[in-house]
């Protein structure tokens, strides 16, 4: 089964205290959901291998606790992760509002800068709602993040959330080393239309992300200097080279 | 049929015999003029082919088993044809006129396939001059009576000696063709029947198809770059033909020799010959640049006053090449438009004089790997990540023998705890430092001279630690200034993209002084030596409680390389120990030392201390990252422990007992919240700091941390594990609010987890009704089970969550064990970071735009490589070879500038203009020099020749030759330079021809076609590229 693992991701969930983030990962990972959920302490880890496009990945998801005295602690998690998924809870507009403090935290901490980042909002089932999709999305494409809205109490984007995450990364040379060195990354061109594929989202959801592509195996990147070397090469015969 | 194959290989063979021989069934017959391979009027060509050809050790690479199979031979004609036809080259559509300059200023691509020759590999080509596709304006329809397009540019005189070009571009103008190689480098066609088996192959393919794209192949050995082709069209054929000599024949040498061999080429029957059009092009090589002495020298070390090396300070880099980074200026002298009879060039006279042609151009020519010092710098020192000798070994002792011993026997080190503080030392000399490492060297070694002297030594000490020569006694003072103006600079925050250290930080220093000291002083030697010092300096700071200078305070930069996040724990560990040290002292004036300083809470003579058997039991149930039952936050002496209500209140724990405990350890008052028993305002309490970790560390905790696994078990011991600040929070919180409830605590620490509701009660008014979230109130969730084994209990009187001493001591081990190896793949970021700043401050000077483009993207493709745990070495030295690179550039710009001479230049346009011509020479491949011999540049290339040429002169014949200045008045004196012209300029380097004419061929009654020849002659080689033309229809 490991052997055909593409590559293994360190995936971290982050956002406020409540908004739902250990009960999205139950249920992306156990495909359940618990009322009885405690509230974390510290960071809690979970794995799942999954499949997109044909790729399998391995998910190490560091779910860390929102709660403000723990903060201290999380922000060293963030070191090597290659995906980010920032939640906030759509019935509380708080959860909201302190999202740019999680941007700022993620800005200062992450060991890398071409990491891809997700916005979830989640608790959609719910009636309250005091955060409009509209405000999400915007927010989203404010800062190059994909985003989706979900619930994990119905299951609703869950698993196109964390399925959107790989795929971004994938499709990302340079942030993620394969564990197989043969066996290439097959990027199959989705052509289901703006919507995404299988997740339907919006459009926007798959626009704004950062889309500089850089392979480290690649060395064009350099300006020929050896321009003038060149063009003795072709003039006449070795004799003037 | 093999006996066919003997025939070929002893002569001249006509490709008819080859073709109707090996090829039973043709396809299509091919047309009979496709029969002519080296007809009679070819012969000085096949002759000198056949020269070149013999000159050849017959190494046979091309072998084909069976040669003359039809089907292996046709297959590979097949697949020519399909690969033409694949890429569309049918037919004739007809392009623009190329536009001057166009071979250089357009794009060039390529389209690649292979075939095989039974199992010989071939690879094809097709290179093309990108145009708008708009210029092929739909000219589908076969137009019968145009020519081809690579017929009609073989004329054009708009790309003659392109600068850089495929050398069938320089040797035809052509601006598409189509090459067959042997796809293999070291494969060769070397025989003269395989030659023409390839060339038949074409031939037909191109008949097949229709393709009126010159078709090549490649033959003889590959750097000899030998071609041969054909280019078909309706009813006309060009033949491409090629010689290369390694000696030329004399009567080849000059202009009258080719006219003569173009024209019997030709063989025009028509009497007078159509006039031939001729351009020319000589190129002078100056390698003689002495007037110019190269400044630069390696800097001197023995110098060394005050820090200073030949002009190095420490914590400088040096800079730029040590030997000229020119080593030739090329200058081409064109005459891009002559007619036969304008001018005279034969054996023995010429009017080609150089300085009188029309065009100049100007290329200059590297020196292959000029020494550069930056770039040395940095090599040498990537080169100490690859030793495997330990410090020890390097030494030749144990360094670290004694201080060893202490390290191993950590709870040794741990006893030292208890006992007093060394007296503080308040003056730290360098010199004294220097003496203590000096004196532990000879004690190992005897006599020996240790690697570095104290003079070095002592500079880079007082470099490194400059508080140590400060009078006043030492304190947190020293620490990087958080609110540096610099800290906000792009350049500034460099490190967070190398994950190296700020400029300014001591790691960085260290980083430099090393890089210095390997390259200039005693080598790895030198840089064990240095770190053995170092390692004994930070060891010394710890037990002194001086903290370490030139490091950001707080917990490691987890942005930082690996090396600086142990300095700054190391800090940490001293700053905490220096404030419990102090607090012990100050006990008496009753003030908490705070932890880091934060809280300034009162201690009362009725302290409160746990039994150690209390502590205990605590300790196991709830034991966290620390596992050392002794260390308590603050080291009050077991003298101080009072008796006091303490122990029940633990062990009872209830709000309503606990309400009557005095309060303690509080920060401030909560802003709105009360407690929810009695109303009192909520304090919020002081609290214990988590514990500052390097990313090493947390690697470590992670990887504890998911072994636990995704169980639940394995969760509830993971949160349980992290429970250790939370217990420790909820004591504090305890102690400072006596008869507090959860909910308390949860609307401080968790206030979400607290839902309040307006509820109407019996009275009919509004109330706010509370309680804890669903999931704070699941039974013995962790946080419930935390709350009821919390005793009351102050943060300075908990067991500290962080170890200072165990930390430090581990940072101290950490140290002393690396190798010079380690250490310099810890402190390689930070050099690279320090020469991507050397070489952007030298850019700055010089302006060169070229190599701010090329900065930038070495700081883009660095920060991606070296945040990686352990970067290829590949990769490390692509980084370094292109700051090497960059450094050679500016090397490069600096020598031209001086010698153009465009500080001296003082008129201001002229100047501008000069410094344009250099930037130039460096961008671009070559240079057009305005006015050519009559130009500012022009005139000062025409000097640089002349002085050259004077001190050959003046080498060869010891004769006495006119003073610099009159010979100067010669130069531009017309008439008298004339006469001396010859001296001047050396012979040229080059030679190259184009002769071009449209002449019937091969009868007078045939179309007038494109003719054109080639010719280039050098020191080594001489090379006919001939292109002729002739009409099939009606022959
Ligand atoms: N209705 C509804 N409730 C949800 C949903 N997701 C989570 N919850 C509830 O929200 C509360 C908080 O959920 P958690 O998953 O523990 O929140 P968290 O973000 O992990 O919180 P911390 O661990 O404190 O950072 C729980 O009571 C969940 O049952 C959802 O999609 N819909
Ligand atoms: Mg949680």
Known sequence: MDEDVLTTLKILIIGESGVGKSSLLLRFTDDTFDPELAATIGVDFKVKTISVDGNKAKLAIWDTAGQERFRTLTPSYYRGAQGVILVYDVTRRDTFVKLDNWLNELETYCTRNDIVNMLVGNKIDKENREVDRNEGLKFARKHSMLFIEASAKTCDGVQCAFEELVEKIIQTPGLWESENQNKGVKLIHREEGPGGGACGGPEESKMAVPTESWCLGDSSWMPQLSMIVECYKYFVGPGLS | MIAAFDDFQTGLTTRGRCCAEARPRPPLPPSPDALLFFPAYLAPFAALLKMAADSEPESEVFEITDFTTASEWERFISKIEEVLNDWKLIGNSLGKPLEKGVFTSGTWEEKSDEISFADFKFSVTHHYLVQDSTDKEGKDEVLEDVIPQSMQDLLCMNNDFPPRAHCLVRWYGLREFVVIAPAANHDAVLSESKCNLLLSSVSIALGNTGCQVPLFVQIHHKWRRMYVGECQGHGVRTDFEMVHLRKVPNQYTHLSGLLDIFKSKIGCPLTPLPPVSIAIRLTYVLQDWQQYFWPQQPPDIDALVGGEVGGLEFGKLPFGACEDPISELHLATTWPHLTEGIIVDNDVYSDLDPIQAPHWSVRVRKADNPQCLLGDFVTEFFKICRRKESTDEILGRSTFEEEGREIADITHALSKLTEPAPVPIHKLSVSNMVHTAKKKIRKHRGVEESPLNNDVLNTILLFLFPDAASEKPLDGSSAVDNNNPLSESEEYNLYNQFKSAPSDSLTYKLALCLCMINFYHGGLKGVAHLWQEFVLEMRFRWENNFLIPGLAS??????????????????????????????????????????????????????????????????????????????????????????????????????????????????????????????????????????????????????????????????????????????????????????????????????????????????????????????????????????????????????????????????????????????????????????????????????????????????????????????????????????????????????????????????????????????????????????????????????????????????????????????????????????????????????????????????????????????????????????????????
């Open chain 2, 554 to 1035: 707080g917990p490691p930069d987890l942005r930082c390389c690996l090396l600086h996040q142990k300095l700054q724990m190391l800090n940490c560990c001293i700053e905490r120990k220096k404030a419990r040290d102090e607090g012990r002292k100050t006990n008496t004036s009753d003030m908490f030392p705070g932890d880091a300083g934060k809280a300034g809470d009162q201690l009362g003579p009725d302290n409160l201390k746990d039994t150690d058997k209390e502590k205990g039991e605590v300790g196991k149930s709830w034991d966290s990252w620390s596992d050392s039952e002794e260390e308590f936050f603050e080291c009050l002496s077991d003298t101080e422990e009072l008796k006091g209500n303490g122990q029940e209140s633990g062990k009872k724990g209830g709000p309503k007992e606990t309400a009557s405990l005095k309060p303690e350890g509080r920060l401030h008052q909560h802003g709105k919240l009360t407690l929810l028993h009695n109303g009192e305002p909520l304090y919020i309490p002081v609290t214990q700091e988590p514990a500052p970790m390097t990313e090493d560390l947390l690697e470590e905790q992670s990887e504890v941390l998911a072994k636990l696994g995704t169980s639940a078990e394995g969760a509830h011991l993971r949160a349980r594990m992290q429970s250790a600040c939370l217990l420790s929070d909820m004591e504090s919180f305890k102690a400072a609010n006596p008869g507090c409830f959860l909910e308390d605590f949860v609307r401080w620490y968790s206030p979400r987890d607290y839902i309040e509701e307006e509820v109407i009660d019996e009275k009919g008014n509004m109330v706010l009704k509370g309680e804890l979230s669903a999931r704070m109130k699941i039974p013995s969730n962790m946080w419930v089970e935390a709350w009821e084994t919390a005793k009351p209990i102050p943060a300075r009187r908990q067991r500290r969550l962080f170890d200072d001493t165990r930390e430090a001591e581990k940072v101290l081990h950490y140290l002393a064990v690396q190798k010079p190896a380690d250490l310099a793949r810890h402190l390689l970021p930070c050099v690279i970071h320090a020469a991507v700043l050397k070489v952007k401050e030298e850019e700055n000077l010089e302006n060169i735009s070229l190599v701010k483009k090329i900065i930038k993207q070495i700081i883009t493709h660095s920060s991606k490589v070296l945040h990686f745990p352990n970067p290829e070495d590949k990769k490390l030295e692509e980084i370094i070879h292109q700051i090497t690179n960059v450094e050679a550039i500016i090397a490069r710009a600096r020598s031209l500038k001086a010698k153009f001479g465009t500080e001296k230049c003082e008129q201001e346009e002229e100047k501008e203009d000069l410094e344009k011509f250099v930037s130039c020479l460096l961008e671009q491949p070559e240079v057009l020099v305005v006015g050519a011999g009559r130009g500012h540049a022009g005139k000062i290339i025409h000097k640089l020749f002349v002085n050259a040429q004077r001190l050959t002169e003046s080498s060869d014949e010891a004769a006495a030759m006119a003073p610099p200045e009159e010979e100067l008045k010669r130069v531009s004196s017309p008439e008298e330079r004339r006469q001396n012209s010859v001296s001047d300029f050396p012979p040229p380097a080059g030679r190259e021809l184009i002769l071009r004419t449209t002449v019937p061929r091969p009868a007078p009654y045939s179309r007038a076609l494109p003719q054109r020849m080639y010719s280039v002659l050098t020191k080594e080689d001489f090379r006919l590229a001939g292109a002729f033309s002739s009409d099939t229809s009606f022959f």
